[in-house]
């Protein structure tokens, strides 16, 4: 990303889909710490998208 690749669209999408599969993964668990990773893969998965456009 520093070197303004012609991809850092791309990679910050592929970013994002990864962090949504991940919180989608941890939100079917109760525990206190999977429900934290969920809701913090979210948050990554906004920020991602947000560099990707």
Do not use: G
């Not at 970013?15 to 991940?22: L, P, Q």
């Amino acid at each position: 990303m520093s070197a303004n690749s012609n991809f850092v669209a791309e990679y910050c999408e592929l970013c994002a889909e990864i962090c949504d599969w991940c919180a989608e993964q941890c939100s079917q668990h109760d525990h206190a710490h999977c429900q934290k990773c969920a809701e913090s893969c979210r948050a990554c998965a906004e920020e991602c998208r947000k560099l990707a456009a």
